[in-house]
């Protein structure tokens, strides 16, 4: 039983991969078991792929490793890869915004106005607003209820972490962008606040094509950039 209720804790996105659980005495007590009995739901869940145990205590298994670390392997090498990835955001994107406007609760509302207000306090701090965007998008995954969804988002964030499908500092570090995205989210947030679903899915829809043009354009620019300067400095590479 206590196993159980750990895994639907870890299948319901309550405790996310990475997170260390409470001590073994704290928890014990939390779950109103005994310690014997926690140990064994603990090495249960730890068998099936779901813990951890370290020196100082369980963590939730970053369970969806085996399957992102490889794809980001192979996402890193191939151009086409953005391409396809903003595809698939805007049609399930879409669709989470939807769904979050019709079933989100009130905790999960407020939680989004909060990291909305912290977008709008980062200011020129792109990493904070990279971040406080990876936690916007994750909490309408959330709000969604849909638990593929939720599970899903949370392994392609660990990717956009790592810039493999592109670079967040060159997106957010302009700011023309930063402050179209802003608005952007905002009107996302306002439509699934109303609870218009039609509204938020076409606010997402919307900023994820406006996404990938900006890193399109972005991606344009430096390639003609770059062309230009090897033409200026052609005189390295020919016979004077």
Do not use: C
Not at 32 to 37: C, F, I, L
Not at 38 to 56: D, F, I, K, S, Y
Not at 57 to 66: C, I
């Amino acid at each position: 039983a206590v196993a159980a209720h750990l895994e639907r804790l870890i299948l319901e996105g309550v405790l996310r991969p990475g997170e260390r659980l409470a001590g073994e005495r704290e928890l014990a007590e939390r779950l109103g078991v005994s310690r014997p009995s926690l140990r064994e739901a603990l090495q249960l869940l730890e068998q099936r792929g779901l813990l951890v145990t370290e020196r100082t205590g369980s963590v939730v298994a970053r369970f969806l490793a085996p399957m992102t670390e490889p794809l980001a392997t192979l996402f890193a090498h191939d151009d086409r890869v953005a391409d396809d990835f903003f595809e698939y955001r805007e049609a399930v994107e879409a669709k989470a915004a939807a769904l979050a406007a019709e079933r989100a609760s009130e905790p999960e509302r407020a939680a989004i106005r909060a990291v909305i207000a912290r977008m709008e306090a980062a200011g020129d701090d792109w990493e904070a607003e990279a971040e406080a965007d990876l936690e916007f998008h994750a909490l309408i995954h959330e709000a969604s209820h849909n638990l593929v969804m939720l599970h899903v988002m949370r392994g392609l964030a660990e990717m956009l972490r790592r810039d493999i499908f592109f670079s967040r500092r060159r997106l957010f570090s302009q700011p023309e962008v930063s402050a179209a995205l802003l608005a952007q989210h905002r009107a996302i947030a306002s439509a699934i606040l109303a609870g218009d679903g039609a509204a938020a899915g076409e606010a997402m829809r919307g900023h994820v094509r406006y996404t990938f043009t900006a890193l399109d354009r972005q991606r344009r620019d430096e390639a003609r950039e770059g062309i230009a300067l090897r033409r200026l400095s052609r005189s390295d590479l020919v016979a004077g």
